[in-house]
């Protein structure tokens, strides 16, 4: 899940030292906390059956700072890391984990009405989501979005920011 706060619950994104609190904390309970939760509940299971696939939902805007957003991307490339590291950690689980773009911002049924007449609904993503939650093992730790109906790899970080992504562990 993704949260990008709207006029109607907040006048604008304020500036860093004009933020308060609750503001910071709404977006970042969504964006991060929602990860680290169900994916602390779903994992043990995983691994008990040494296999499964996390799809995490990154952002068309996660890769550049826009304007006043930048809570919201910073709170997705804190998302994508967590994707990154806790890939690593499952891969010998067999658990594939993976962000996914949508294809662009949209509202969902618990939007504001202003909001969902204004936005596209969660149909921009299309197929995405069934495709990652079959995607082979070479594609966990990654940042996926879909070109001509397929899943592709996109890297938009800079080289100082990338971290490679392991080998496969040899099996046990």
């Known amino acids: 899940a993704g949260i990008a706060p709207q006029r109607s619950w907040h006048d604008a994104w304020p500036d860093f030292k004009d933020m308060d609190v609750e503001f910071w904390d709404k977006v970042f309970d969504t964006n991060v906390h929602g990860l680290f939760f169900c994916s602390k509940h779903a994992v043990p299971y995983m691994e008990r059956q040494r296999s499964g696939h996390i799809v995490n939902v990154h952002s068309w805007q996660g890769g550049t700072c826009n304007g006043y957003a930048a809570l919201y991307v910073t709170s997705k490339k804190a ?22 773009c949508p294809g662009g911002a949209f509202s969902t049924e618990t939007a504001p009405d202003d909001v969902r007449q204004r936005m596209i609904g969660p149909e921009i993503a ?9 995607a082979p093992m070479c594609l966990s730790g990654r940042l996926l979005a879909t070109s001509d109906n397929q899943l592709v790899p996109i890297d938009y970080n800079l080289e100082w920011e990338t971290m490679p992504v392991a080998p496969e562990p040899a099996p046990r």
């Open 79 to 100: 998302a994508f890391t967590f994707t990154r590291f806790l890939a690593e950690q499952e891969r010998e689980f067999n658990i594939c984990v993976m962000s996914v």
């Open 126 to 134: 299309g197929d995405r989501y069934f495709q990652a939650a079959d």
